[in-house]
């Protein structure tokens, strides 16, 4: 909808200097970094989504949350790859202003990551 509704690079304060809808086309990974690394990308994500879909298959046990969490950076990999294979950058709109414009792809990634480190570290004995 962002690409539909906004120019690139427009900016829509929902909550001025605190929160606005800013639609950005990234070519890199987060803050920007390796910008036009396209291939590399498209690679180094698919590894890391083979490499979570086996440690899921592997989880004995129902873990819940572990699973959820699992999915949640499956389905943000997915969507940032799927936006990057077609139009070799990701569409990003969440601008908090304090910090680097995100999407919700990254937003999963990044939600899942910290529940499953939290898990390998404190719990890992219980896989």
Excluded: C
Aim: glycine share 8%.
């Amino acid at each position: 909808m962002v690409k539909t509704t906004m120019s690139l690079y427009e900016s829509i304060p929902l909550i001025p200097n605190i929160f606005h809808l800013t639609y950005i086309e990234n070519p890199g990974a987060a803050f920007g970094l390796l910008a036009n690394q396209r291939v590399f990308f498209i690679v180094i994500t698919t590894i890391i989504l083979l490499a979570v879909i086996y440690f899921y298959k592997q989880l004995k046990g129902p873990h819940l949350l572990l699973r959820i969490a699992l999915g949640m950076v499956v389905g943000g990999a997915l969507g940032n790859l799927v936006d990057r294979v077609r139009m070799g950058t990701v569409t990003d709109f969440f601008d908090f202003r304090i910090w680097p414009v995100f999407n919700i792809a990254d937003s999963a990634i990044v939600l899942g990551m910290i529940y499953i480190s939290y898990q390998l570290l404190f719990r890992g004995e219980e896989f």
